[in-house]
């Protein structure tokens, strides 16, 4: 069977709920079978027990190209706090409200996420490749997560 591969903030995730990502990797591939798209959608078990066990609100895992992808939305008063979301292995996107002079964005390249915000402790591990600011007053960084098979 080939490797299958997923970043160390699902995997954390994961962890702490009590799931494994074997199980989820299974439940995807009843999908495909059924030819269904395979993503875990909100509202399914899997991502209801990490929201009660961990308190991290997992909107979708994704399967592609044997990786497991990741989108998380955090919210807090009914408005987004953050967001994670994981495209592909080399497209990785963090975004939060904020706004951060160009100097101190410029400076945060190649260090952890944690020197600016600290999500979950996974989250908190990635690598930062750049800081984009959107005229909406939000803060987008692309980040780089460890990524593990399994």
């Not at 709920?17 to 899997?46: C, F, N």
């Not at 600016?116 to 005229?135: K, Q």
């Amino acid at each position: 069977m080939p490797k299958s591969y997923l970043s160390d903030p699902l995997d954390d995730l994961l962890q702490r709920s009590g799931l494994s990502a074997a199980k989820i990797d299974m439940s995807l591939e009843r999908l495909a079978r059924l030819w269904q798209p395979t993503v875990l959608k909100p509202g399914h078990p899997y991502l209801r027990q990490i929201q009660q066990r961990t308190g991290v609100n997992v909107v979708g895992i994704a399967r592609r190209y044997r990786r497991l992808l990741v989108e998380i939305e955090q919210l807090e008063d009914a408005k987004l706090r953050w967001r994670y979301h994981e495209r592909s292995r080399s497209d990785c996107v963090f975004a939060c409200a904020g706004q951060i002079p160009h100097t101190l964005g410029d400076a945060l390249r190649g260090r952890p996420l944690r020197a600016l915000i600290i999500p979950t402790p996974a989250l908190g591990e990635m690598t930062i490749d750049t800081v984009l600011h959107d005229p909406d007053g939000r803060l987008d960084l692309r980040v780089t997560p460890q990524w593990r098979q399994f």
